[in-house]
């Protein structure tokens, strides 16, 4: 069974403190893309990365780190230096075939 | 820089009426995607099309359809609603560079339904 499993529901976090999102995720496939959203209080979702099974190398962008580990199952989001306009629920999803499944979010929340 | 359009942003419908969602893609982006998400849930994924075929469907239900175009707009077709249908529709565009692909959303379709 496919599943994606972000146990941490909220955080808070005061600005400028790192945080780490986890994300593990279920497939027996061995082909699949990881995903993480961002979805800010108006609503909109933004795109955030796509990472495929077959790449496990870590990627930063700014302030954003994502650490892929096949062995753990993992797919966990760091942000660094945290900042107010970084509070949002951020889904991570996987993609196996021609579905996708979304965790069910965390919400974070950065304190000014 | 253009974005993805969607239309309407908002709707209301009654039960059993049918509703027509409209997505733009960006310029150039050959792919197409739909999401549904409820009031506090996770996104569902529906449908995508790649170069006018469909190419993943996911939880989408019978009673909708969805096609792309020739010009790439994307319409969901949604037939006999039902309450459970009120979510936010997301469409999400995007143009595949060999193993890479960034998706860029819409702002989404809220549909109401009474």
């Known amino acids: 069974a496919q599943k994606v499993t972000q146990a941490q529901t909220e955080i808070s976090v005061v600005e400028k403190e790192d945080v780490t999102l986890d994300c593990v995720y279920e497939t027996r496939d061995t082909t699949y893309y990881l995903f993480w959203y961002k979805q800010p209080p108006s609503g909109e979702l933004v795109f955030l990365i796509r990472?495929?099974?077959?790449?496990?190398q870590n990627e930063i962008s700014g302030r954003y780190s994502w650490n892929f580990q096949k062995s753990t199952s993992s797919f966990n989001f760091t942000i660094t230096a945290s900042q107010v306009v970084d509070s949002a629920v951020y889904f991570c999803?996987?993609?196996?075939?021609?579905?996708?499944?979304f965790g069910t979010g965390t919400s974070l929340t950065v304190i000014p | 820089a253009a974005g993805v359009i969607q239309s309407p942003r908002h709707l209301i419908k009654e039960k059993r009426e049918t509703a027509t969602l409209k997505c733009y893609p960006i310029p150039r982006h050959d792919t197409v995607y739909w999401y549904q998400q409820g009031p506090g849930q996770d996104p569902q994924f529906l449908i995508s099309?790649?170069?006018?075929?469909?190419?993943d469907k996911g939880s989408i239900p019978d009673r909708f359809s969805a096609q792309q175009f020739s010009d790439y707009h994307s319409e969901l077709n949604m037939s006999s609603l039902e309450l459970g249908d009120s979510a936010l529709y997301f469409c999400?565009?995007?143009?595949?560079?060999?193993?890479?692909?960034?998706?860029?959303f819409g702002p989404g379709t809220r549909l109401l339904v009474l």
């Open positions: 990472r495929n099974s077959f790449d496990e």
């Open positions: 999803a996987l993609k196996t075939g021609n579905q996708f499944y």
């Open positions: 999400a565009s995007s143009r595949k560079f060999g193993s890479q692909e960034t998706q860029y």
């Open positions: 099309f790649y170069e006018k075929m469909q190419s």
